[in-house]
């Protein structure tokens, strides 16, 4: 799913903290998924995972959208095997990366 869960409210706030902490910060906002299905709609799915952290910290947090760019790698870069369902959780994340 591309929707973004309660909990992680507290964390998307923490970003914004940030990044008003930090004016010239900027961040590559970029979402994965595991390796189930077909490439091309996991490549949809990840880059709207990181679209709708984009604009919850631009909406909600009023980060400025130009510091902010999404992007989606799909199942391109696991952080563990997608061999059971625990490691495809950890797969299925968004990470930030300073531009």
């Given at each position: 799913?591309a929707?973004?869960k309660?909990?992680?409210?507290?964390?998307?706030?923490?970003?914004?903290?940030?990044?008003?902490?930090?004016?010239?910060?900027?961040?590559?906002?970029?979402?994965?998924?595991?390796?189930?299905?077909?490439?091309?709609?996991?490549?949809?799915?990840?880059?709207?995972?990181?679209?709708?952290?984009?604009?919850?910290?631009?909406?909600?947090?009023?980060?400025?959208?130009?510091?902010?760019?999404?992007?989606?790698?799909?199942?391109?870069?696991?952080?563990?095997?997608?061999?059971?369902?625990?490691?495809?959780?950890?797969?299925?994340?968004?990470?930030?990366?300073?531009?």
């Amino acid at each position: 799913s591309a929707e973004i869960k309660p909990e992680s409210r507290d964390q998307l706030g923490e970003i914004a903290k940030l990044l008003r902490a930090r004016a010239t910060l900027a961040l590559h906002v970029v979402g994965h998924t595991d390796n189930q299905g077909e490439e091309t709609q996991n490549l949809d799915l990840s880059r709207r995972r990181a679209e709708a952290v984009v604009a919850a910290l631009t909406g909600d947090f009023a980060v400025d959208p130009a510091r902010l760019m999404a992007h989606g790698l799909a199942g391109l870069a696991p952080l563990t095997s997608n061999s059971d369902e625990d490691g495809r959780a950890i797969n299925r994340r968004i990470e930030l990366v300073a531009r």
